[in-house]
């Protein structure tokens, strides 16, 4: 499964909202109905940590400025009011079928 | 502390192998299934391999599929990379990372600092 985010580059101004978008090449839904989409976010010289999973929901401890929707093959993440430690690159990543596939990331960082 | 600690990277010349190892602590390691993802520096992740919590599960990306082997010891909290015909474009960082779902793979909620492979001669 092959996926694409968009955009590649996103710059933001903190206190504005921000918009990422991820499509899979088939549908991502799984036998139970679960959309087979997480979001992750690999801040600079950090490892990745995990946004949000099955498309929209959010993982422990992450501010609920983030927000993911979508289904099928078109992906959303949201961040609602952008601050400066949301610099980074975010990657999507589907789980329905391995081999396990990441888009291509997209970084985002302050006007 | 929940953590998990990789080792095992290093210089390697070309068709030469490598053992990458993962320790885990702070949870219940034979609860999750776990992972190693890859990733050149600069660039994007790449998930290599990924195992269920009994070892019946396991897959590999099609670029180390016969060359890599993933493996576990639940005793000893511990993942395990075997790498061999290693080629310059495995030179990467590589994670370990934990599961959400013990059997199947549906993401992942911790990862490790990383290990580094270098293949060249």
């Known amino acids: 499964i092959v996926m694409t985010q968009s955009p590649l580059s996103l710059p933001v101004t903190p206190g504005e909202p921000a918009s990422i978008s991820c499509r899979s090449n088939q549908s991502l839904v799984d036998n139970k109905g679960y959309n087979c989409l997480d979001w992750y976010l690999q801040k600079p010289g950090q490892s990745p940590h995990l946004l949000i999973y099955l498309a929209s929901n959010r993982a422990s401890g992450v501010p609920d400025r983030f927000s993911g929707s979508g289904s099928a093959t078109d992906f959303t993440l949201k961040i609602s009011r952008v601050e400066a430690e949301d610099v980074g690159v975010y990657y999507c990543m589907q789980t329905l079928q391995t081999p396990l596939t990441f888009g291509g990331g997209t970084k985002v960082e302050i006007k | 502390e929940v953590q998990l600690v990789e080792s095992g990277g290093g210089l390697v010349q070309p068709g030469r192998s490598l053992r990458l190892s993962c320790v885990a602590s702070?949870?219940?390691?034979?609860?999750?299934?776990m992972h190693w993802v890859r990733q050149v520096p600069g660039k994007g992740l790449e998930w290599v391999s990924g195992i269920g919590w009994s070892s019946d599960n396991i897959a590999y990306a099609d670029s180390v599929r016969g060359r890599f082997t993933i493996s576990r010891d639940n005793a000893k909290n511990s993942l395990y990379l075997q790498m061999k015909s290693l080629r310059p474009e495995d030179s990467a960082l590589y994670f370990c990372?934990?599961?959400?779902?013990?059997?199947?793979?549906?993401?992942?909620?911790?990862w490790g600092q990383g290990t580094t492979v270098a293949v060249s001669s």
């Open positions: 990372v934990r599961d959400r779902n013990s059997f199947h793979f549906y993401g992942m909620d911790l």
């Open positions: 702070g949870f219940t390691f034979d609860d999750h299934a």
